[in-house]
């Protein structure tokens, strides 16, 4: 018989640490979401992104100008 409690403390044990993990699956993203907002993170992020957009923008811009310059070289227009 001690073999059977002993198996039943394990399932016990991993189901607690089972469920403990679960909840901390759902909850650690939502904590790190608001200590990174909290710290301003989320407006640094921002930043980067519009930069990096303008960025390309203007990459993208410059291109289509080289392009449309080269086009009409040869065309003779």
Do not use: C, D
């Not at 407006?43 to 303008?54: I, L, W």
Request: hydrophobic fraction near 45%.
């Amino acid at each position: 018989m001690k073999t059977y409690h002993s198996n039943m403390e394990r399932r016990w044990v991993l189901s607690l640490l089972m469920i403990i993990g679960i909840i901390g699956y759902f909850t650690i993203p939502t904590v790190a979401g608001w200590i990174i907002q909290a710290g301003g993170m989320g407006n640094y992020g921002r930043n980067v992104s519009n930069t990096a957009g303008k960025v390309g923008s203007v990459a993208g811009g410059a291109a289509g100008a080289a392009t449309g310059n080269v086009a009409g070289r040869l065309l003779g227009k």
